[in-house]
């Protein structure tokens, strides 16, 4: 690292240089320029400013990347975004987000899943109180998964409060009290009064994004979901009708050609568990601009296996599945977002075989490296409306950047401008 004497502005302009970009759909050579926690423009700072870079740091190779948005993770380290006791909510938020940066997320959604109205007002009373911080990942808004589901497709969540005969925006009102930092609910589009309310929720509280989830919807059903407002699908497969070749549920809205003309969005949890790698490759197939990479981590992420729980629930993780403890059901992951991103590119990446009638040819229809990280930073930050900001190495956005070697593993993360973890003995230690 080089450090040179800072100009009369006083304001430190730092240089990633040999490095590999992820931007526009692709990994070129390039370099990235911060000032003041954003990526700005070269050009403009030596012809207009006639100002070089105060510090110079030499990357030696690696994948510069905006940083991960994970906008489904249930907790880690021990935290239970279900089970927040009064007074410490700010505190455990904090201490996750200081935890994801060693696995390259710069931005996340708490999410919290079905839970007593009580618990709902005593957590979503703003997140006015998360102190401004560089060193740890931005906290996006939560992610309410429930409890308007279906009972059937409940998954890992509490029966007893589990609400599927009605849904009007009264109801959400009156379950959650505040949608002040909500960015995200996931509700089940067969629910009597569903359609009425995601409509709501688009006119009313735009800055709210409809998830379709834990739902025994058929594709019809589903469409209307999404021509009425709804943006995305909560963990595709997982928690849904099963694909029947005439029943096809919410998972033919993959390859929908009734849902209009507004993108839609679906999550997926690439851990190897959740997905399987053929599962993977036809939805990247299907619609390769439409998928989120998610955690769905639970509270034992980054813990030893054993006994755990979230919310209400027990979870039991044992080699790095976790059920309901008793049960084989899922009750979640307990994998990081770099992970992810390793496994998607892993199952996307297989040659594929197409039989013709002349002969048999093979071809390389993998997911590009580019079109994996966008999974996990672009997309997620289109789905919120923040690609102005986040999801992009583009002049003007944040500078939250992750710093990955050529087997994607983090060797770095940037927040704000400032590297705020690297690995130890990593390539940008010495």
Not at 32 to 59: A, H, M, Q, S
Not at 112 to 124: E, F
Not at 409 to 423: L, N, S
Request: hydrophobic share 40%; glycine share 10%; proline share 5%.
């Amino acid at each position: 690292i080089n450090k040179k004497t800072m100009t009369a502005t006083g304001v430190s302009v730092a240089r990633y240089t040999n490095c590999k970009v992820v931007c526009h759909g692709d990994v070129l050579p390039g370099d990235v320029w911060v000032r003041e926690g954003k990526i700005i423009n070269p050009t403009d700072l030596f012809y207009g400013e006639k100002k070089l870079p105060d510090t110079v740091v030499d990357c030696r190779g690696l994948i510069v990347a905006p940083g991960f948005i994970d906008i489904q993770i249930n907790g880690a380290f021990g935290v239970d975004f279900s089970s927040l006791q009064e007074g410490s909510v700010l505190e455990c938020i904090e201490k996750v987000a200081r935890g994801l940066i060693a696995y390259g997320v710069t931005s996340f959604c708490p999410t919290i899943v079905t839970s007593p109205p009580d618990y709902y007002k005593t957590v979503l009373k703003g997140l006015s109180g998360l102190q401004k911080g560089k060193n740890r990942a931005n906290v996006l808004g939560f992610h309410l998964e429930g409890p308007f589901i279906s009972m059937e497709k409940k998954g890992a969540h509490n029966r007893d409060y589990v609400l599927y005969k009605e849904l009007s925006p009264s109801a959400i009102l009156s379950c959650y009290h505040s949608l002040q930092d909500v960015c995200i609910i996931t509700l089940a589009p067969e629910i009597p009064g569903a359609m009425e309310t995601i409509r709501w929720l688009k006119e009313e509280h735009s800055d709210v994004i409809v998830s379709l989830g834990h739902s025994s919807a058929h594709l019809g059903v589903a469409e209307e979901g999404i021509r009425s407002g709804a943006k995305l699908v909560t963990h595709m497969f997982n928690a849904m009708l099963p694909f029947h070749h005439r029943y096809p549920g919410m998972v033919g809205l993959l390859a929908s050609l009734a849902i209009g003309p507004g993108p839609a969005y679906f999550s997926l949890i690439t851990d190897g568990i959740h997905a399987h790698e053929t599962v993977q490759r036809i939805a990247f197939k299907a619609n390769p601009q439409g998928i989120i990479l998610i955690t769905d981590a639970l509270p034992a992420t980054g813990l030893p296996d054993g006994i755990h729980v979230l919310g209400l629930m027990t979870v039991t993780v044992k080699g790095g599945v976790a059920t309901i403890t008793g049960t084989d059901t899922l009750a979640g992951s307990v994998v990081t977002m770099d992970i992810c991103v390793k496994e998607f590119k892993k199952a996307t990446g297989k040659w594929s075989w197409y039989h013709t009638a002349i002969t048999h040819c093979h071809h390389w229809s993998d997911c590009t490296l580019a079109q994996a990280i966008e999974a996990a930073t672009l997309h997620p930050a289109q789905l919120l409306g923040l690609e102005g900001t986040k999801g992009t190495l583009n002049y003007g956005a944040d500078a939250d950047l992750v710093f990955l070697d050529e087997s994607l593993t983090v060797q770095a993360t940037c927040v704000a401008g400032d590297i705020v973890w690297k690995a130890p003995g990593g390539v940008l230690c010495s």
